[in-house]
C-alpha cells in the first residue's frame, strides 16, 4: 500500500510539472524517459543472472 501512495505521489508530482512545460519540451523529456527505460530493459534482459546471486 505504501507503495502505490509513493508512486501516485511521485505521478502526481511530475505530472504537476509537464503540465507547466511547453509541449516540445514535455515530448523531448519523454522520448529520453523512454529510451533509457528502453536500454535498461535490453541490459536486463540480456543478462537476466546477474543480480539474482544476492
Do not use: D, Q
Request: cysteine-free; aromatic content about 6%.
Amino acid at each position: 500500500m505504501l507503495l502505490l501512495v509513493a508512486a501516485l505521489l511521485l505521478m502526481g508530482v511530475l505530472l504537476g510539472t509537464a503540465a507547466h512545460l511547453p509541449v516540445p519540451v514535455t515530448l523531448i523529456a519523454a522520448a529520453v524517459i523512454t529510451g533509457w527505460l528502453l536500454v535498461f530493459y535490453l541490459r536486463e534482459r540480456r543478462n537476466p543472472a546477474e543480480g539474482t546471486s544476492r
